[in-house]
Nanobody
Framework: HVQLVESGGGSAQPGGSLTLSCAASGFAFRTKAMTWVRQAPGKDLERVSEIDSGGSGTVYADSVKGRFLITRDNDKNTVYLQLNDLKTEDTAIYYC??????????????????RGQGTQVTVS
């Protein structure tokens, strides 16, 4: 079965950096696009970044463009999100998910099976 396990979250000061990892198993990782989303307390789910199966095509939310970098290693079945120049508004739980972002995730996130359990990022 599909398993996605995030790691690398923690606390950072504004302007600092963190690197998140998402280890995948149970599916053909190298054939799937991957997405990072985040959810801050009391706020809607927000797409942060996507990467295509080969790693050459990426998408970023305007709020993180130029500060975050998404990459993947298909030999290690892992997708990464490098968070640079962190801001207090980046505080959230960060999740990785299999596939391209869908707006339906915003109302059905708890039901989406192909996602990790999240890792907390706190910037203060």
């Amino acid at each position: 079965h599909v398993q996605l396990v995030e790691s690398g979250g923690g606390s950072a000061q504004p302007g600092g950096s963190l690197t998140l990892s998402c280890a995948a198993s149970g599916f053909a990782f190298r054939t799937k696009a991957m997405t990072w989303v985040r959810q801050a307390p009391g706020k809607d789910l927000e797409r942060v970044s996507e990467i295509d199966s080969g790693g050459s095509g990426t998408v970023y939310a305007d709020s993180v463009k130029g500060r975050f970098l998404i990459t993947r290693d298909n030999d290690k079945n892992t997708v990464y999100l490098q968070l640079n120049d962190l801001k207090t508004e980046d505080t959230a739980i960060y999740y990785c998910a299999m596939g391209r972002y869908s707006d339906s995730w915003r109302t059905r996130w708890d039901l989406y099976k192909f996602r990790g359990q999240g890792t907390q990022v706190t910037v203060s």
